[in-house]
């Protein structure tokens, strides 16, 4: 069964940091992984998309990498700032979509 | 990007009454849609998927007889939460993938929040 754990579950950092919230996933078999932002009480926008076959992804100040054989990824964020605060979901593609916990994130001005 | 639009956005009812509830994609066709629900500081949890044209496939420990679902066009599936107890109340999402369902980026509705009284 596919599990996916999301580390840490709340960060809050001064903005302007750079930042790296954390996935992982038990099971290598996955179509894709994606990122995505939830802002309270909204739905989800989706940040990154990474297929199975790729390392990595970048979008602006976000870069998400993959590593499917030790069941990985990372989402890293430069230059932080107070609209980056959220809660960031990433989820495994494996015919149906599962989601980690999340991790919220606050940036402090 | 692509857009999937919910509605109603929130709805209150009364214990006992039925709700639907709309998962529309607006510029792209999506012969499958998949409903999640989520509870106050939660993930994303499946409940559905919905095939249009045939009957939806439901996760395990969801009630198909409670949660019905249609997904009787290209672009349009329904959720209908049936003799809505409190228990239900919720956030319900839905998704829809452009393009290929394996590789295919999912795009997700604004969620609707249910209150059952």
């Known amino acids: 069964k596919q599990e996916v754990t999301q580390i840490p579950a709340a960060l809050s950092v001064p903005e302007g940091e750079n930042l790296v919230l954390n996935c992982s996933f038990t099971?290598?078999?996955?179509?894709?992984l994606q990122w995505f932002r939830q802002d309270p009480g909204k739905g989800l926008t989706s940040l990154l998309l990474?297929?199975?076959?790729?390392r990595e992804q970048t979008s602006g100040r976000l870069n998400a990498s993959l590593d499917k054989s030790s069941g990985r990824s990372t989402l890293y964020i430069a230059a932080s700032q107070p609209g980056d605060s959220a809660t960031y979901l990433c989820?495994?593609?494996?015919?149906?979509?599962?989601f980690g916990q999340g991790t919220t994130l606050q940036v402090k001005p | 990007g692509a857009v999937v639009s919910q509605h109603p956005s929130w709805v209150i009812c009364k214990s006992g009454t039925s709700v639907k509830i709309e998962c529309r994609s607006l510029?792209?066709?999506?012969?499958?849609m998949f409903w999640y629900r989520q509870f106050p500081k939660q993930s994303l949890m499946l409940m559905a998927t919905?095939?249009?044209?045939?009957?939806?496939?439901?996760e395990q420990g969801v009630e198909k007889d409670k949660f019905l679902i249609n997904h009787a066009s290209l672009t349009l599936s329904t959720l209908t939460v049936t003799s809505a107890h409190p228990e239900d109340s919720s956030f319900y999402i839905c998704?829809?993938?452009?393009?290929?369902?394996?590789?295919?980026?999912?795009?997700f509705g604004e969620g609707s929040r249910l209150t059952v009284l």
């Open positions: 998704s829809a993938p452009l393009r290929g369902l394996d590789t295919g980026e999912l795009f």
């Open positions: 099971d290598s078999a996955i179509y894709n």
């Open positions: 990474i297929q199975s076959s790729q």
């Open positions: 989820a495994v593609h494996t015919g149906k979509l599962i």
């Open positions: 510029d792209f066709q999506a012969t499958t």
């Open positions: 919905s095939n249009e044209g045939s009957k939806a496939t439901y």
